[in-house]
């Protein structure tokens, strides 16, 4: 659903998207190539006690590495507009789609619900268009060029590859696999946070005619450590998945 989502509202983006994948792409093989560069110091002019050539070198380092952070901005920059954008445009829509609903509708769904359809859970999507702009599209860019670098350095040693990389395939598996349930509980803790929210605003001069001040605290506390609990549960498998591919 959300591919066919991201389909469609990026359609209008096209030529923002061709850039972003542009830069990504000179960015990474400038990531890939340093190491090489930095070989080529060593082997040649360390080992060798070439001065000029390690200038060289070096100057050529800094070039493309300069070179590597611009791409970097600019395709961080022009990914952040492009997810926004996206987010406006889905937020229009879906408000659009929320007014032309009747009253029976509104009752089946609960504004808490469509409060949370309009603001966070765009703001998912926006979060999914940008990190698909500044990781999804350079990851498979880094995994085809390492393997061929890795190829081009040491055949033999490469072989290590066919071990390391189903390997990190089962770790992010089995973590994506134990925070997907996560996130689907935190949507409805939200959902509970935004109707506790809005019961107490609108009734709050009931609830202070009839002393029930400590109650409705109470009953907002717990809403809100549940989200918290389960929020911090999502955030420590997160927290993993960065060094586990690191690692």
């Known amino acids: 659903m959300l591919v066919r989502l991201l389909r469609a509202y990026l359609r209008p983006y096209s030529k923002p998207i ?41 100057g050529w380092m800094l070039a493309v590495t300069v070179g590597q952070i611009v791409c970097a901005i600019g395709a961080v920059y022009y990914g952040a507009r492009t997810a926004m ?37 765009v703001q998912q999507v926006q979060m999914l268009a940008l990190m698909s702009f500044t990781l999804m599209v350079s990851a498979p860019i880094m995994c085809v060029g390492g393997i061929a670098m890795a190829l081009h350095q040491d055949v033999p040693l490469s072989a290590l590859l066919l071990i390391i990389v189903p390997v990190l395939g089962a770790v992010v598996s089995l973590i ?58 999502a955030g420590r498998l997160m927290s993993l998945m960065f060094p586990s591919t690191m690692l």
């Open 176 to 233: 994506i696999w134990r925070m997907r349930p996560l996130f689907r509980g935190m949507q409805d803790r939200i959902d509970t946070v935004n109707r506790v929210l809005r019961e107490q605003i609108t009734g709050i001069r009931v609830i202070r005619a009839f002393v029930r001040d400590t109650h409705e605290r109470k009953r907002f506390a717990r809403a809100n450590t549940d989200l918290m609990d389960v929020s911090v549960r």
């Open 85 to 121: 954008a996206v987010g406006r445009d889905l937020r229009a829509t879906v408000f659009d789609r929320v007014q032309s609903f009747s009253a029976r509708e509104l009752g089946h769904f609960g504004a808490p619900s469509l409060i949370t359809r309009t603001t966070n859970d």
């Open 18 to 58: 061709a850039l972003v994948v542009l830069l990504q792409l000179i960015q990474t093989l400038a990531t890939l190539y340093l190491p090489t560069l930095n070989a080529d110091i060593i082997d040649n002019g360390v080992v060798k006690g070439d001065t000029g050539y390690i200038l060289e070198i070096g």
